[in-house]
C-alpha cells in the first residue's frame, strides 16, 4: 500500500510539472541582421506569436499578454493557428487579440486549423474588425522614417486541397505580388521554406511544427506535422542562400494533449543593419 502511495504522489508530481510548464510563456530572442535592411528599421522588433490553438495561459491570457507587452514590439505577427479545429472557440483566442492591437500592427496569416474549422472568413472578420491587417496572398508596405520594407502573407496550402502542397505554396507566393524590396514573409508551415527562398525573400516566420511537440533533451523534437517523425525545423533560424526564417515554437498543441520538454514561446526578432 505505501509503494502505491509512493507511486501515486509521483505520477501526480510529474504530472503537475508537465502541467505547469504547458502554461509557462517562454521569450526567445534572436537578431537578424541584413546589408539590405532600410536603415530607418534597424533596432526595430517584432514579436511572434504561434499556434495558440486555444490555449489559454493566465486569466484573461493575462500572462502571454504580459510577456508580449514586455518586449516593446514595433509590430506582432500571428503566423496562424490562433484557433484549434478541434475545440474551436474564437472568442477565447479574441481576448488575446484584443489586447495586441492595443499594442501595436497586427499582422496575421491563416494555419491549416483555421481553414480545417471551415470559420477562415468568421475569423478573418473578426480580425479586421479589429484592426489586423490579414494577409490573404497579399503583401503591404512597413513605413518608417521615409523608408519601407514589405510584409507579405500567403494562405495556408489547404486552402486549396485539389492542388499539390507545393504547387498551392508557389502560387500563393505568385499572388502576393511581392516586390524587390525588402520583405518579410508571414507563412505558416516551415517545410516549405526552400520554396520561399526561390521569391528570395530576406526573412520568413513560420511556426506549424510545434517545437517538435515532445523535445528529447540532446536531439530535438520527437514528431511535427508536415514532418513526421524527428523533424529536422522545429524551432530557431534557417537560412536557404540569401534567405532566412525564424521558426517558432509556438504555444500550444493539437493532436497530442500536452508538451514535454517544450516551453511555449513566443519569439521576439530584432532586425539589424549589417
Not at 485539389?162 to 518579410?184: P, V
Not at 521569391?199 to 511556426?207: A, C, I, K, L, N
Amino acid at each position: 500500500m505505501k509503494k502505491l502511495a509512493v507511486f501515486i504522489l509521483l505520477v501526480l508530481l510529474v504530472w503537475s510539472g508537465i502541467w505547469y510548464s504547458n502554461k509557462s510563456v517562454q521569450t526567445t530572442e534572436y537578431t537578424v541582421a541584413s546589408e539590405e535592411l532600410p536603415e530607418a528599421f534597424n533596432g526595430s522588433k517584432i514579436v511572434q506569436v504561434s499556434d495558440l490553438h486555444n490555449a489559454t495561459f493566465g486569466r484573461n491570457q493575462s500572462s502571454l499578454i504580459e510577456k508580449v507587452e514586455a518586449a516593446d514590439p514595433d509590430a506582432i505577427f500571428l503566423t496562424g493557428d490562433l484557433v484549434d479545429s478541434n475545440r474551436y472557440d474564437l472568442e477565447a483566442s479574441l481576448v488575446l487579440v484584443d489586447a495586441l492591437v492595443e499594442m501595436s500592427n497586427v499582422y496575421f496569416v491563416t494555419g491549416n486549423h483555421e481553414v480545417a474549422s471551415n470559420q477562415v472568413e468568421e475569423i478573418t472578420a473578426a480580425l479586421q474588425q479589429r484592426g489586423v491587417n490579414v494577409l490573404a496572398d497579399d503583401s503591404v508596405e512597413w513605413e518608417r522614417d521615409g523608408e519601407s520594407i514589405q510584409i507579405a502573407g500567403i494562405d495556408d496550402p489547404l486552402m486549396e486541397p485539389d492542388i499539390h502542397e507545393e504547387e498551392a505554396t508557389r502560387q500563393s507566393l505568385d499572388r502576393a505580388q511581392m516586390t524587390d524590396d525588402f520583405t518579410l514573409l508571414l507563412a505558416h508551415r516551415p517545410e516549405h521554406f526552400p520554396i520561399y527562398a526561390e521569391d528570395r525573400v530576406d526573412v520568413v516566420f513560420s511556426g506549424h511544427a510545434h517545437g517538435g511537440q515532445i523535445r528529447i533533451p540532446g536531439l530535438g523534437g520527437l514528431i511535427s506535422p508536415g514532418q513526421g517523425w524527428f523533424p529536422k525545423v522545429t524551432e530557431g533560424i534557417f537560412e536557404v542562400d540569401q534567405s532566412q526564417m525564424i521558426v517558432s515554437r509556438g504555444l500550444g498543441n493539437s493532436t497530442f494533449p500536452v508538451r514535454i520538454f517544450n516551453l511555449p514561446e513566443i519569439v521576439v526578432v530584432t532586425l539589424e543593419k549589417e
